[in-house]
Nanobody
Framework: QVQFVESGGALVQPGGSLRLSCTAAGFNLNNYIMGWFRQAPGKVRELVAAIDSDPIVTNYVSSVKGRFTISRDNAKNTVYLQMNSLKSEDTARYYC????????WGQGTQVTVSS
């Protein structure tokens, strides 16, 4: 059974940093493009970053380019999202999953950027 467990979210001040983790179960994420998504209240869920495996290729939505970095550790079956220079508009619940599959969403992890 494919599952995702996201963690690392917190309340942080503008300009702060967080590192999110997503551990996958039920498949070997080495074989898939993985993505981090987010959904803010009243908004559609959006893909913010994606990472391929071989070769390593990353893509970001324009609003997070230069601030967020997606990475993966295939040995740990885990994907990370390093978020720097956080802004209030980054406030959302963050999720990960395979980008090309209709996986069941995990619980996500809440990121709140506020002073």
């Amino acid at each position: 059974q494919v599952q995702f467990v996201e963690s690392g979210g917190a309340l942080v001040q503008p300009g702060g940093s967080l590192r999110l983790s997503c551990t996958a179960a039920g498949f070997n994420l080495n074989n898939y493009i993985m993505g981090w998504f987010r959904q803010a209240p009243g908004k559609v869920r959006e893909l913010v970053a994606a990472i391929d495996s071989d070769p390593i290729v990353t893509n970001y939505v324009s609003s997070v380019k230069g601030r967020f970095t997606i990475s993966r550790d295939n040995a740990k079956n885990t994907v990370y999202l390093q978020m720097n220079s956080l802004k209030s508009e980054d406030t959302a619940r963050y999720y990960c999953k395979r980008t090309a599959y209709d996986d069941v969403w995990g619980q996500g992890t809440q990121v709140t950027v506020s002073s």
